[in-house]
Nanobody, 116 residues
Framework: QVQLVESGGDLVQPGGSLRLSCAAS????????MRWYRQTPGKERELVAS????????HYADSVKGRFTASRDNAKGMVFLEMNDLKPDDTGVYYC?????????WGQGTQVTVSS
């Protein structure tokens, strides 16, 4: 059974940093592209970052390039999102995502709020 559990969301001031984590289980983690999405108020769910199975390449939304960094630990089945210079527009629920055998799996999400 595929499980994705996010953590690390919090209330942070503009310019601050957070590190999100996603614990994955129930599938061959090291064979899969892992993605981070976010759902911001009034907008559609947005792809924030995707990370190749070996962690060697990452792709980012233009809105977060240069501020966010995705990484993974295949030995532990963990994927991370380091977020720096946070802005109010980054506020939202952040989700870990994987597609395995043509099925989509989402975590429950973790809330990030950027506000002074």
């Amino acid at each position: 059974q595929v499980q994705l559990v996010e953590s690390g969301g919090d209330l942070v001031q503009p310019g601050g940093s957070l590190r999100l984590s996603c614990a994955a289980s129930g599938f061959y983690f090291s064979y899969h592209i892992m993605r981070w999405y976010r759902q911001t108020p009034g907008k559609e769910r947005e792809l924030v970052a995707s990370l190749t199975p070996d962690g060697g390449r990452a792709h980012y939304a233009d809105s977060v390039k240069g501020r966010f960094t995705a990484s993974r630990d295949n030995a532990k089945g963990m994927v991370f999102l380091e977020m720096n210079d946070l802005k109010p527009d980054d506020t939202g629920v952040y989700y870990c995502f994987v597609n395995s055998f043509d099925r989509d799996y989402w975590g429950q999400g973790t809330q990030v709020t950027v506000s002074s």
